[in-house]
Structures are given as structure tokens and as C-alpha cells.
T-cell receptor, first 112, second 111 residues
Framework: GIQVEQSPPDLILQEGANSTLRCNFSDSVNNLQWFHQNPWGQLINLFYIPSGTKQNGRLSATTVATERYSLLYISSSQTTDSGVYFCAATNAGGTSYGKLTFGQGTILTVHP | DADVTQTPRNRITKTGKRIMLECSQTKGHDRMYWYRQDPGLGLRLIYYSFDVKDINKGEISDGYSVSRQAQAKFSLSLESAIPNQTALYFC??????????FGPGTRLLVL
């Protein structure tokens, strides 16, 4: 099945700083989603982005499907951005169709 | 109302007990999923169902069973719970573009 790798595994920021999280995937994708898992364990959908660029407030994401990576940008970080960020993808075909494979996540800590 | 609901939200049980986790969705989608998350790890797929008559094993199905009672309902059972099944369990549903909507999760502790 598809492999999904995220980097960095941990990231510590001062409030107001910008950051970039990376997601590499091993095969063509039908779906790529970014999630934020808050300290209470809830998964928050950030972006559905199998290709192209999207922006939502201080967050934006870009997926370059031909080069098999996606980037999540967080600008002017806030303490509420702390948590774990997951990238997940479904393979475009074969037996993995429709099944999300998650990366290991990036743990983000934003200090005031 | 939430698109995907899970009950219970928290559960403590003892080794050997049978328990059921329930999931309901109001999106009208055919596809539903159960995932498990262990501390420090991403989610892993337990079972998935692409319609009411379709049930498939995922990456880690041993020790689990599921029932798709209706398009909107997908239940996960642990026939005989063991401590290493202590985890956070998520249910999800997806639309035809594979966009997945997740429930709030169920924290399960097996003593």
C-alpha cells in the first residue's frame, strides 16, 4: 500500500513564528487530507487537497502530486495551534482504494 | 448536530469482556470506517465498509468484528477485550471523492 511520511516529527515555536510541515507519499493519490488533533484527541479537518493550493486563514496547503509531496504552512502561530498534525492519503487505485493511510504526525508546540 | 457521532465517548472495561462501540453518520454516505490510534502514532484502519452488504478487513482486524446495521450505522465489537486494545477509536465516513469525516473518538481502557 501507499506509504506516508511526515517531517519534522517535532516542532517547537515561539508564538508569532511561521512553520512548514511536510508530507511525502509513495504513490499517486486520490485523496490527501491534513488534520489537526487537539489536546482532547479530536481530529479536525484542515484541508482536502489531492493537488493544488488552498488557504484558510493563517493556514495554507500545497500538494504537488507529480512530485508526491504536500506542505502545510502555518503563519503567525498561536498557542492554540499546538497539537499533532497528520497527513493522510488514499491511493489512486489498486487494493488501497478509498482507504486512508496516515503518517506518523508532527507534534507542534507553540510557546507564548 | 455532528455529522458523525460515536458512543460511548469513554469506556473502561475488564479483560475478557465483550464490548461494542457504535457509530452513526448523517451524511448519507455509503462508505464507513473504523480506525484505532495508539499513543504517539497515526491512525490505523481496522475495518471498512463500502456499502451495507460490503465489509472488509483493514490493517489490524484481529480481535475485532463489525456490523453494518444500516447505511448510517457501523458498529465495532471487541469479542474478548485485552489490555493491548486500549486505544482511541475513531469512526469515519467518506464521500465519493474520498473526503473523510471523522467522529469525535472513543477512549477505551481495558484493565
Amino acid at each position: 500500500g501507499i506509504q506516508v511520511e511526515q517531517s519534522p516529527p517535532d516542532l517547537i515555536l515561539q508564538e508569532g513564528a511561521n512553520s512548514t510541515l511536510r508530507c511525502n507519499f509513495s504513490d499517486s493519490v486520490n485523496n490527501l487530507q491534513w488534520f489537526h488533533q487537539n489536546p482532547w484527541g479530536q481530529l479536525i479537518n484542515l484541508f482536502y487537497i489531492p493537488s493544488g493550493t488552498k488557504q484558510n486563514g493563517r493556514l495554507s496547503a500545497t500538494t504537488v502530486a507529480t512530485e508526491r509531496y504536500s506542505l502545510l504552512y502555518i503563519s503567525s502561530s498561536q498557542t492554540t495551534d499546538s497539537g499533532v498534525y497528520f497527513c493522510a492519503a488514499t491511493n489512486a487505485g489498486g487494493t488501497s482504494y478509498g482507504k486512508l493511510t496516515f503518517g506518523q504526525g508532527t507534534i507542534l508546540t507553540v510557546h507564548p | 448536530d455532528a455529522d458523525v457521532t460515536q458512543t460511548p465517548r469513554n469506556r473502561i472495561t475488564k479483560t475478557g469482556k465483550r464490548i461494542m462501540l457504535e457509530c452513526s453518520q448523517t451524511k448519507g454516505h455509503d462508505r464507513m470506517y473504523w480506525y484505532r490510534q495508539d499513543p504517539g502514532l497515526g491512525l490505523r484502519l481496522i475495518y471498512y465498509s463500502f456499502d451495507v452488504k460490503d465489509i472488509n478487513k483493514g490493517e489490524i482486524s484481529d480481535g475485532y468484528s463489525v456490523s453494518r446495521q444500516a447505511q448510517a450505522k457501523f458498529s465495532l465489537s471487541l469479542e474478548s477485550a485485552i489490555p493491548n486494545q486500549t486505544a482511541l477509536y475513531f469512526c469515519a465516513t467518506s464521500d465519493p471523492t474520498d473526503y473523510q469525516y471523522f467522529g469525535p473518538g472513543t477512549r477505551l481502557l481495558v484493565l
